[in-house]
C-alpha cells in the first residue's frame, strides 16, 4: 500500500480491492501511521451514505464501535446512531450503546470493505460484540458494503 493512499480519493470499491490486494503486515503498519485517524475517520463518515433504511425497520439504537491496536496500546471509539430510519455518525462517543463491536484495525478494515465476514470473525475471536444478540445479527445486513 502507497503511503499517499488515501481513501477520501478512492471509490469504495476501488479501496476495498486495495484492502483485498494487501498483505496484512502493510495494513497493520498503515493503521499504526499518522495516517490512521484520517482512515478511519473517512470509512465512518462513509457508513451513514451506505446505510440501508430498507433494512433496518424500526431500529433506534446507538452503536459503538471500538477499534483496537493504536500505536500506543489504546483503542479509537466511534458512534453511530441509527433512529427513525436514519444512521448518523455522532462526532463523540457520549450516549450508552445498545450494541458494541470491539476489533483490531486490520480485521475492520477487511470486515467494512467486504473482505472478512462479521460472523467469522465472530467465531475466530477477532470481533468482540457486547450488548443487543439481535441487533448483532442484523446489523452486517444494515449496510451496502462492496463487494471486492
Request: net charge positive; charged share 25%.
Amino acid at each position: 500500500m502507497r503511503n499517499d493512499t488515501n481513501p477520501a480519493t478512492m471509490d469504495p470499491l476501488e479501496f476495498a480491492r486495495l484492502v483485498k490486494r494487501t498483505p496484512a503486515h502493510e495494513l497493520r503498519a498503515m493503521m499504526h501511521s499518522d495516517r490512521r485517524a484520517a482512515v478511519l475517520d473517512e470509512l465512518f463518515t462513509r457508513m451513514p451514505g451506505v446505510f440501508r433504511a430498507d433494512r433496518a425497520g424500526s431500529i433506534n439504537a446507538v452503536i459503538h464501535w471500538v477499534i483496537g491496536d493504536r500505536p500506543d496500546g489504546g483503542v479509537d471509539t466511534y458512534e453511530l446512531v441509527i433512529a427513525d430510519g436514519r444512521c448518523e455518525l455522532s462526532p463523540a462517543p457520549q450516549r450508552e450503546p445498545k450494541l458494541t463491536l470491539a476489533l483490531g484495525a486490520v480485521d475492520f478494515l477487511n470486515l467494512v470493505t467486504g473482505n472478512a465476514h462479521a460472523v467469522a470473525l465472530v467465531m475466530r475471536g477477532k470481533l468482540k460484540t457486547k450488548g443487543d444478540l439481535a441487533l448483532t445479527a442484523k446489523f452486517p445486513n444494515l449496510f451496502d458494503i462492496p463487494k471486492p
